[in-house]
């Protein structure tokens, strides 16, 4: 059951389409072979790319799709609603292209860019390490000037896409300096001692690959580095606001489906005589999937206007982020509670799916550390802003 969508133009609508015609004729017929095998669907970005669905919120004049977050956030609703893996994909792919586009120079841009965002090339993003995932400041891989190189090393943990990706987006540290001593750089993935180890074994999103990045004395010029010495966990913290409501968006297209999945059921399967939903209990049950996954979807359009009308949104992004994958978890626990002993089988994809909203409370930042984030804010600001929006400039 496609969600109602309030969309700002006609070109954004047929987007819309566009992204749900992709995914039944292009997602849906690999999505439960692929997962059951944990194969990384590397085809399906390409095509992707070529469809113009990897670079939307990036400007076309380098590639990119040139739309709003209100618009991008729904084409990876759409995506996630279908297969997460690639949802996710997009978003960390996204997130991989988001320092070279905010901070780096106009001649990396116009070099880099176009290839990029065309999705011949796909990212991904190396920040946590095995010791340092909610502690970024902590990181011990480091990058040593050598002339007009640099000298990467050490290991960066759970990276999506590691060992398929093209280019990674590398934060190490350049300096002893806590908060300005990291740095960013952009590193092909044929640099010599770039090295990924075996895939995760995970509980969940097995088409998605994860895997361990190791650094061993990685050579790089110069120009590799994206933005200045020091400016590295300001792009990174950058980069996971933006993260985060990809997540919350493919969060929500996730549990929009178990939701789906969850009510044909419920109108098909009879006892006592009359269909399941027709008894109360279900009934409220089905009911309060639904508010949960509309109070999800509107808290992260709400993040995301903030985000194009260029004002602070990190609060914001951390309440999407945390209510859209809390809510998820709830609704995919309760799809499977539906389908009663049918849901707990492979005969059903609501167990996958279940499994599926499990990590999405944990990446990006774990849903204690958006409580964190959420709970310093309140602490620190006396009161809300109120800004006014002239909607016929």
């Not at 279908?82 to 841009?109: D, M, N, P």
């Not at 400016?231 to 489906?257: K, N, P, Y």
């Not at 995301?304 to 914001?316: K, Q, S, V, Y």
Request: with cysteine; hydrophobic share 40%; proline share 4%.
């Amino acid at each position: 059951m496609p969600a109602t969508r309030t969309l700002p133009t006609r070109e954004a609508a047929d987007l819309i389409e566009l992204t749900r015609t992709f995914a039944v004729k292009e997602l849906a017929p690999r999505t439960t072979e692929a997962e059951a095998d944990g194969t990384f669907p590397r085809e399906v970005f390409r095509l992707l790319g070529r469809s113009g669905l990897l670079g939307l919120p990036y400007e076309e004049e380098y590639g990119g799709g040139g739309q709003s977050y209100e618009v991008y956030l729904q084409v990876l609703e759409e995506l996630g609603s279908v297969w997460s893996s690639v949802g996710i994909g997009v978003s960390v792919h996204g997130l991989a292209c988001f320092g070279l586009a905010a901070y780096g120079t106009e001649e990396q841009k116009r070099e880099w860019l176009p290839d990029l965002l065309g999705g011949e090339l796909l990212g991904a993003y190396c920040l946590s390490e095995p010791h340092a995932g909610s502690d970024p400041a902590a990181m011990r891989t480091r990058a040593v000037r050598d002339g007009d190189h640099y000298v990467l090393s050490g290991t960066k943990a759970w990276t999506t896409h590691g060992g398929h990706a093209d280019f990674y987006t590398v934060m190490a540290r350049t300096s002893d300096d806590r908060s300005h001593g990291i740095s960013c750089f952009l590193i092909p993935a044929d640099t010599p001692g770039l090295n990924a180890d075996p895939p995760e074994k995970k509980m969940g999103l097995t088409g998605s690959a994860t895997a361990t990045m190791r650094f061993d004395d990685v050579r790089i010029p110069v120009n590799r580095r994206i933005g200045e010495e020091g400016q590295g966990l300001r792009i990174a913290l950058a980069s996971l606001d933006r993260g985060r409501l990809g997540i919350a968006a493919v969060a929500t297209g996730l549990a929009q489906s178990a939701l789906d999945q969850a009510l044909r059921y419920a109108q098909e399967r009879e006892t006592f005589g009359k269909p399941i939903i027709e008894h109360q209990a279900l009934a409220f049950m089905l009911a309060d999937m639904d508010a949960a996954i509309v109070s999800a979807r509107a808290t992260t359009q709400s993040a995301a206007r903030l985000r194009d009308l260029g004002l602070p949104f990190t609060l914001e992004a951390s309440v999407a982020k945390l209510v859209s994958t809390d809510n998820a978890m709830k609704v995919t626990t309760d799809a499977v509670q539906v389908l009663g002993g049918y849901g707990y089988t492979r005969d059903f994809p609501v167990e996958r799916l279940m499994r599926e909203a499990k990590v999405m409370q944990i990446f990006e930042g774990t849903n204690q550390i958006q409580r964190l984030v959420i709970s310093r804010a309140l602490d620190r600001d006396a009161g809300g802003a109120i800004t006014v929006v002239d909607n016929e400039s």
